[in-house]
């Protein structure tokens, strides 16, 4: 059971917009940044959005971050075949822990 | 350009202890700021957080409650790698295990960038 959840799938069409729902509480996201890493099938996680809304260098503005309260949202507009993948949420939580999401499947039909 | 590679066992017995180096290539272990992390995942299954150290001074690293009696990481600022021990290892613990620099902005946020690509160790007699 992860401390930070998410939607274990999540689906949409090339071009269509998708959003990834993380929700936690008030010791992690509500008073800490939340990031988000993106898994490509068989490779190591990679930075996608950090401190709630930064995109690392190299990152498409397709991807965006947001967050309020106690969640988090990744959303992917102009949705492309290469962004299937899984998508993790994380937040530093305050019982001096990262926290990851339990991970949510991405598929382009 | 900053590149981690992990290296160690694939196969370690249970209850004997697992052990990993990340080796760090393009960079100092010791630049400013830098924090070392390990985070595990299981075969099919999600991230997990092992835990954090700085290069240098006791008492600098930070690890998930849930394992801490068990795990240790440690610098080696001469050969530029840092290591993970987890003692008394079951098959629970049989996992792709990354090492990553975790960049740390104290008190304003903090995120694993770059990822190692991660080594396959299996818990099995």
């Known amino acids: 059971q992860s401390v930070l959840t998410q939607p274990p799938s999540a689906s949409g069409t090339p071009g269509q917009r998708v959003t990834i729902s993380c929700s936690g509480s008030s010791s992690n996201i509500g008073s800490n940044t939340v990031n988000w890493y993106q898994q490509l099938p068989g490779t190591a996680p990679k930075l996608l959005i950090y401190t709630n809304n930064q995109r690392p260098s190299g990152v498409p503005d397709r991807f965006s971050g947001s967050k309020s309260g106690t969640s988090a949202s990744l959303a992917i507009s102009g949705l492309q075949s290469e962004d299937e993948a899984d998508y993790y949420c994380?937040?530093?939580?305050?019982?001096?822990?990262?926290?990851f999401g339990g991970g949510t499947k991405l598929t382009v039909l | 350009q900053l590149q981690l590679q992990e290296s160690g066992p694939g196969l370690v017995k249970p209850s004997e202890t697992l052990s990993l180096t990340c080796t760090v290539s393009g960079g100092s272990i010791s630049s400013n700021n830098d924090y070392w992390g390990w985070i595990r995942q299981p075969p099919g299954k999600g991230l997990e957080w092992i835990g954090t150290?700085?290069?240098?001074?006791?008492?600098?690293?930070h690890y998930n409650p849930s394992l801490k009696s068990r795990v240790t990481i440690s610098v080696d600022t001469t050969r530029n790698q840092f290591s993970l021990k987890l003692s008394s290892v079951t098959a629970a613990d049989t996992a792709v295990y990354y090492c990553?620099?975790?960049?740390?902005?104290?008190?304003?946020?903090?995120?694993?960038?770059?990822w190692g690509q991660g080594t396959l160790v299996t818990v099995s007699s």
């Open positions: 150290t700085y290069y240098s001074g006791s008492g600098s690293s």
């Open positions: 990553a620099r975790h960049d740390i902005v104290p008190r304003i946020s903090d995120w694993f960038d770059p």
């Open positions: 994380a937040a530093w939580d305050d019982s001096l822990n990262v926290v």
